[in-house]
């Protein structure tokens, strides 16, 4: 079984991959969290992965919530993998998804990441990766994941490719703290009503269903408490009508299309 949690499609690629190569099914935590389904059947010799994009140095909060809740019949030390991928470095996520499992009596044996394109417009800096850079992104996360499959298919344990950047500590606990309390919010989302051709676009990839477009009109976001400031609405959007915090127009658009 495959947990995964995905904005714009960098880790859904990674979890689909996955799901082809150990013939496992997959389970988007985003629609379990919004049907509120926190219970699952294991199979003996199942393998346990979790998938999700780093946010702030950690799992995204919505993976944490699932996680804390998740109940998993049948479970009797079954192999437990974590699949991260990254703009740049990890910090202490891994720790914090140890920690959580841990809670609900999952042992975590394994964990991998790759760096994949940046998907975090700060309101400050252009920090989404040129064309060029993401390409080459892309081609070294497939390698490498291509590398990494046979690990998860034999159950090894241990770890791969984790950056975890020069001061985890910092990063996940004071920056990702702060992060998460200030800039995990979807009130800082606005339209350019002019600009919107009203598509609907940004409700049909908003992962959490907290977006109304209603018939033909422009994106309310619904503040239904589970965005994570993943930016696919953002970066969907085809005529760049969204901006965040109002520091973010005419910035670089991003998600995973091969
Ligand atoms: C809100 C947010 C916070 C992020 N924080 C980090 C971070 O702390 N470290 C990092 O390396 N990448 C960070 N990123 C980049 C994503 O982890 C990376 O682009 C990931 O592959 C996106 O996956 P997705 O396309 O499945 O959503 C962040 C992206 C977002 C949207
Ligand atoms: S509202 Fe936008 S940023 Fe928030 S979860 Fe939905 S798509 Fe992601
Ligand atoms: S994706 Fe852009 S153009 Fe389409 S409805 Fe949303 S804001 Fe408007």
């Known amino acids: 079984m495959i947990f995964y949690f995905t904005g714009t499609g960098n880790t859904g690629f990674v979890a689909s991959r996955l799901a082809e190569e150990t013939g496992e099914r997959l389970v988007s935590i985003a629609s379990a969290v919004v049907k509120g389904e926190y219970d699952y059947q294991l199979a003996a010799d199942e393998r346990i992965g979790f998938c999700f994009p780093i946010h702030g140095w950690r799992p995204p909060f919505i993976v944490r919530d699932f996680v804390k809740r998740l109940h998993l019949d049948g479970y009797n030390g079954q192999f437990c993998y974590a699949f991260a991928t990254c703009g740049d470095d990890v910090g202490l996520a891994f720790d914090y998804l140890r920690d959580d499992l841990q809670q609900v009596g999952v042992n975590l044996d394994s964990v991998y990441s790759v760096i994949m394109p940046e998907t975090y417009n700060f309101p400050f800096i252009d920090q989404i990766d040129t064309p060029e850079t993401a390409q080459r992104k892309i081609a070294d996360a497939r390698e490498q994941l291509a590398a990494m499959i046979p ?98 127009r005419g910035k670089r658009q991003y998600y995973f299309n091969q």
């Open 151 to 248: 690990g998860i298919v034999n159950r090894a344990r241990g770890e791969k490719n984790i950056n975890k950047s020069r001061w985890p500590r910092t990063n996940s606990i004071m920056l990702g703290g702060f992060f998460l309390k200030h800039w995990v919010t979807d009130c800082k989302f606005t339209v350019d009503t002019g600009a919107c051709i009203r598509c609907g676009k940004c409700q049909q990839v908003c992962p959490v269903g907290n977006i109304d477009c209603g018939t033909g009109n422009p994106p309310e976001w619904q503040h239904n408490g589970l965005c994570t400031t993943c930016f696919s609405c953002y970066h969907h959007c085809p005529v760049h009508a969204i901006d965040f915090a109002g520091r973010t």
